[in-house]
């Protein structure tokens, strides 16, 4: 079983920044796409942002050139680094692992609060 922490989540005024961590255990990196995927209220659960253990990224459309995510291999963590934030990113956020070759293999945080709010 693979367990997934995250933390940096909080309340920050609409143009400012947040790094959400994401660390895990009970697995290897390597071979899995790890993401980040956060629900607003009466909202569907979306994906924001994965990375694969290559680099490869993808991006929600409404937040690319604001959000970046990074990996950690050898620490087995993966980085949210949100800047320019909007009300509109107010969310719960969820670190993802997934696994390359394994459909069953998928692997969800508990969510941690982002409040984008002045």
């Known amino acids: 079983q693979v367990q997934l922490v995250e933390s940096g989540g909080g309340l920050v005024q609409p143009g400012g920044s947040l790094r959400l961590s994401c660390a895990a255990a009970g697995s290897i990196f390597s071979y899995y796409v790890l993401g980040w995927y956060r629900q607003a209220p009466g909202k569907q659960l979306e994906l924001v942002a994965d990375?694969?253990?290559?680099?490869?990224?993808n991006y929600a459309d409404s937040v690319k050139g604001r959000f970046t995510i990074s990996r950690d291999n050898a620490n087995d963590l993966v980085y949210l680094q949100m800047n320019s934030l909007k009300p509109e990113d107010t969310a719960v956020y969820y670190c993802?692992?997934?696994?390359?070759?394994?459909?069953?293999?998928?692997?969800w945080g508990q969510g941690t609060q982002v409040t984008v709010s002045s």
């Open positions: 990375i694969t253990s290559g680099g490869s990224t």
């Open positions: 993802n692992a997934r696994h390359l070759r394994l459909i069953g293999e998928n692997y």
